[in-house]
């Protein structure tokens, strides 16, 4: 693998327009999101001079640090990707533009209060254990859609869709967890029509996870490469 991270970009976002083309039925609207936790902001600012707008953080540290040195690259736009802690909302809340692992309403709603005043409504996804890993965070399949009304009720959010992370696959393939998701994401869509994400597929599987409806796509190690030691919150 080329260690320049434009290449790397370059390399991931030709081998997407290639797979739209042959597959009609990947979405048009499936895009990619660089993660880019633990990664220094030498290296965001080198994938943003590439054309990277779309950023992953797990840590919330992490992403106050990082949104605050970057806020004048005002088409930046951050995904909370990792575990939420209650007392971390505010700060999710404040830098985030997305957030990818709703599974808890109490979490939802902190959210929605403390959205700062005059900022648009924070895109949320409803993160689901479709594995139904007894170590993994998100709710189980059966309790989606009942949960979603209620996220969807709140003020200051926008229910954007869903998001997965399956299990560890035999040859990384995971068709059947992703059609799962593709199913329950139409069903979803039945009764909140703007509800359309589904964020599932990382670096090992994102080429399958596209044939089955993902909209965006989480590449870490494809673009920056191995990861850091994480750091404690």
């Given at each position: 693998m080329?260690?320049?991270?434009?290449?790397?970009?370059?390399?991931?976002?030709?081998?997407l327009?290639?797979?739209?083309?042959?597959?009609?039925?990947?979405?048009?609207d499936?895009?990619?999101?660089?993660?880019?936790?633990?990664?220094?902001?030498?290296?965001?600012?080198?994938?943003?001079l590439?054309?990277?707008?779309?950023?992953?953080?797990?840590?919330v540290?992490?992403?106050?640090d990082?949104?605050?040195?970057?806020?004048?690259?005002?088409?930046?736009?951050w995904?909370?990707?990792?575990?939420?802690?209650?007392?971390?909302?505010r700060?999710?809340?404040?830098?985030?533009?997305?957030v990818?692992?709703?599974?808890?309403?109490k979490i939802?709603?902190r959210?929605?209060?403390q959205r700062?005043?005059?900022?648009?409504?924070?895109?949320?996804?409803?993160?689901?254990n479709?594995?139904?890993?007894a170590?993994?965070?998100g709710i189980?399949?059966?309790?989606?859609?009942?949960?979603?009304?209620?996220?969807?009720?709140?003020p200051?959010?926008?229910?954007?869709?869903?998001?997965?992370?399956?299990?560890?696959a035999?040859?990384?393939?995971?068709?059947?967890a992703?059609?799962?998701?593709q199913?329950?994401s139409?069903?979803l869509?039945?009764l909140?029509?703007?509800?359309?994400?589904l964020?599932?597929?990382?670096?090992?599987?994102?080429?399958?996870?596209?044939?089955?409806?993902?909209?965006?796509?989480?590449?870490?190690?494809?673009i920056?490469?191995?990861?850091?030691?994480?750091?404690?919150?």
């Open positions: 080329d260690n320049n991270i434009a290449e790397r970009l370059n390399s991931a976002y030709r081998q327009a290639e797979i739209k083309q042959k597959n009609p039925s990947v979405r048009a499936a895009q990619l999101i660089a993660v880019s936790k633990t990664k220094p902001i030498s290296l965001i600012t080198e994938a943003y590439a054309g990277q707008r779309q950023f992953g953080e797990n840590y540290q992490e992403l106050v990082k949104a605050s040195e970057l806020a004048e690259l005002t088409d930046l736009e995904h909370f990707i990792g575990p939420i802690q209650s007392n971390k909302t700060d999710i809340a404040k830098f985030a533009g997305w990818h692992s709703i599974d808890r309403l939802a709603e959210l929605s209060a700062p005043a005059g900022m648009s409504a924070l895109k949320v996804l409803i993160q689901v479709i594995s139904d890993e170590s993994k965070a189980a399949a059966a309790e989606v859609l009942p949960f979603a009304a209620k996220v969807a009720a709140l200051n959010l926008e229910l954007a869709g869903l998001m997965a992370i399956p299990a560890p035999v040859d990384n393939d995971n068709s059947q992703f059609a799962a998701m199913a329950l139409v069903q869509q039945q909140f029509p703007q509800a359309r994400a964020s599932m597929g990382m670096s090992d599987d994102w080429q399958q996870a596209l044939t089955f409806g993902a909209t965006m796509i989480r590449l870490g190690t494809a920056f490469g191995a990861r850091e030691p994480q750091p404690h919150e």
